[in-house]
């Protein structure tokens, strides 16, 4: 039996409709499922939570954005009894393109059905801060980044372009007001034991696969069943020249060019000299100073594409 649990509201409200389309396949499959509708933000952390709580096998699958996949990997009780299936209706999608898995719903509604499939564990990161801790299954960022996606969460624009199909664009829109007003700082990132000094720092992304913000590859070589987290900082660059990073991290051409270091390891730890902003799977985790990351040692099994 699949539960579904499905955010109607991702991508701005066409996730119900596309949840309509996949229930007609599902009818016309004969295949067994429930549906559990997220009614607010962080619902689907209880739904899963519900689900989970009792150490029977589960499997669910999930239909939404990076954002529900976060809430819902954070409600899961008792990873290792569970097993996740992913159809994509969101605007950014990271986590489908960092397992290979297919964009088009129905396509990897086929993915989940089909026995053409395989079952991994998958690595998901912990961020631990002050005031306590929380999962993510894709990715983070601690500085400007995190600015960028916390303004894109608020923005009315978004609703607009999700519904044209450009949900992409509203991260292009904020990048160029808020890199004017940005003021990068001094930073230490410390990667198992060996610690790194930066100066005007802009941002620390820190992923389990390779992309974020709907395709950029900011950690190309990011393996998401290695256990370890990987890190891009980009610091000490001119402002105009930011503007030019950007559609290099799409092709993952970045990761050479000065200002710019990648790194991987099993812990991580990173202090900024003011408290900035922090985003997991695109979801503000508010404002820190300092933060530190590992990956999980219990791991959820991902339905994957053969
Ligand atoms: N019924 C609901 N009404 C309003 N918001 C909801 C509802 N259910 C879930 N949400 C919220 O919707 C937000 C966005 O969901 P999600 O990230 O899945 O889609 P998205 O933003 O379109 O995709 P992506 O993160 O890939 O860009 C989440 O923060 C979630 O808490």
Known sequence: MYNFI?????????????WKKLEGELINRNVKYMVHFTKRPKHASQIARELTKDNKKTTIIILGGDGTTNEVINGIENPDTVTLGYIPTGSCNDFARGYGLPLKPLDALDVVLNNAHYIRPVDNGVVVTDNGSTKFCSNGG??????????????????????????????????????????????????????????????????????????????????????????????????????????????????????????????????????????????????????SLKCTPDQVKLILNK
Do not use: W
């Open 6 to 18: 499905v955010n109607p509201n991702s991508q701005s409200g066409n996730g119900l409709k596309i």
């Open 142 to 291: 601690f500085g400007f980044d995190a600015v960028i996606s916390q303004k894109a969460l608020k923005s009315k624009l978004k609703k607009f372009l999700n519904r044209i199909k450009l949900g992409k664009l509203i991260y292009v829109f904020i990048l160029l007001k808020e890199l004017f007003f940005y003021k990068p700082m001094d930073a230490t990132v410390t990667i198992d034991d060996k610690t790194y000094l930066f100066n005007r720092l802009y941002f620390v992304a820190f992923t389990i696969h390779p992309y974020e913000g709907g395709g950029m590859k900011i950690c190309p070589d990011a393996n998401p069943f290695d256990q370890k987290i990987d890190l891009c900082v980009v610091y000490d660059i001119p402002k105009l020249k930011i503007l030019t990073l950007f559609p290099l991290i799409f092709l993952g051409k970045h990761v050479n060019l000065k200002g710019v270091k990648v790194f991987q390891g099993h812990n991580a730890t990173i202090k900024m000299s003011k408290p900035t902003a922090v985003h997991t799977d695109g979801e503000s985790y508010g404002k820190h100073k300092s933060l």
